[in-house]
């Protein structure tokens, strides 16, 4: 297949995105109760849900996402840049989590309240992983058809 420079594009960005991602959810399954996870991994604090439920919901995450989540974008976006049909199938697959799990931490921060209401929460924090999911996993179901 033709590696144009879109391709090149969002081979990258899914590598950036997954190897931050990855990176502080492996930090998260090492650590899962240190301040700093609760801080700048989990988000909000277990003093305002059911701790048990807190911490088994991140945990959830933080054991997919290195382990599951990243190998399969890793391997997509290698296979992606490559050429390759099966590195846009692969990437295909990676596109599903991105914006099905924020569908539930979407459900999960609103309707237990413990995220802060703001713009650059819900846009910038939130918003880049379904937005990136859903460009990638349409760019790569396209770039299938071909």
Known sequence: MEVTALTWV????????????????????????????IKNVYGGTPDKTDPTAYFAFNQGSAWADPFFLAPLQVAG?????????????LALAASVPFWYTAIYFFIWDRAL????????YWVIIWGIWPVFGIFEGVYCFIRLLE
Do not use: C, H, I
């Open 10 to 37: 969002v081979a990258v960005t899914g590598l950036v995105l997954v190897g931050l991602l990855g990176s502080v959810q492996l930090v998260a399954v090492f650590r899962p109760r240190s301040p700093w996870t």
């Open 77 to 89: 976006s290698v296979g992606m840049v490559m050429g390759e049909r099966w590195g846009f199938l």
């Open 113 to 120: 309240g413990f995220r802060e209401n703001t713009f650059y």
